[in-house]
């Protein structure tokens, strides 16, 4: 199986701060990657979906790279309303999915 | 718009079972892979069971294999999870979620406690 290990747990920063998360594959995934950001007491949300394509609606300054085993999630200038979890999520062939461990993003 | 909502979540003893129920409308439900996520208190995101638009292929994690089983009614525009032999560890909001790839719809989902 796939294992998904994304870093930090969790994350302090400012407001305006450049905030980067990872997320690493135990094997190449390609860009079978997604990321999503969880509020308390809220469901999931879908930010990012195959490494680098951001949802529409979503904010352009959330961004997400990478490809093989190694991603990226990236918040260009963190705002109040980001505070929240993030989630790398892959997909296999038979359409289950791995998530991250998740990390917690709070304000400095 | 799409709206997914479970139900059916409650307190149940270990060793017992629960059916769970997603109700979903705003959207042509029977071209869609669905899926069940749960959520531990505290804790992180485990799909637990995927099933393909048509019904027709299911898969599971290997923490609930043998125990749970998802359906699908595309004429009632729900998803279900029977939930049998439940354990401790079961504990956990249950989330329905629309999608093959990604998850781009969720519920708000239903919370499932195992206590003795």
């Known amino acids: 199986d796939i294992q998904m290990t994304q870093s930090p747990s969790s994350l302090s920063a400012s407001v305006g701060d450049r905030v980067t998360i990872s997320c690493q594959a135990s094997?190449?995934?390609?860009?079978?990657l997604n990321w999503y950001q969880q509020k308390p007491g809220k469901a999931p949300k879908l930010l990012i979906h195959?490494?680098?394509n951001l949802e529409a609606g979503v904010p352009a300054r959330f961004n997400g790279s990478g490809s093989g085993t190694d991603f990226t999630f990236t918040i260009s200038s963190l705002q109040p309303e980001d505070i929240a979890t993030y989630y790398c999520?892959?997909?296999?062939?038979?359409?289950?999915?791995?998530f991250g461990q998740g990390t917690t993003l709070e304000i400095k | 718009q799409v709206l997914l909502v479970e139900s059916g979540g409650g307190v149940v003893h270990p060793g017992r079972s629960l059916t769970l129920s997603c109700a979903a409308s705003?959207?042509?439900?029977?071209?869609?892979?669905m899926r069940w996520v749960r959520q531990a208190p505290g804790k992180g995101l485990e799909c637990v069971a995927v099933?393909?638009?048509?019904?027709?292929?299911?898969y599971y994690a290997d923490s609930v294999e043998g125990r749970f089983t998802i359906s699908r009614d595309n004429s009632k525009t729900s998803l279900y999870l029977q939930m049998n032999n439940l354990r401790l560890d079961d504990t956990a909001v249950y989330y329905c979620?629309?999608?093959?790839?990604?998850?781009?719809?969720w519920g708000q989902g239903t919370l499932v406690t195992v206590s003795s």
């Open positions: 979620a629309r999608g093959d790839y990604w998850a781009d719809y």
């Open positions: 705003g959207f042509t439900f029977s071209i869609y892979a």
């Open positions: 099933i393909s638009f048509d019904g027709r292929t299911k």
């Open positions: 094997q190449d995934i390609t860009n079978s």
């Open positions: 195959d490494a680098s």
């Open positions: 999520q892959h997909y296999d062939h038979l359409l289950m999915y791995t």
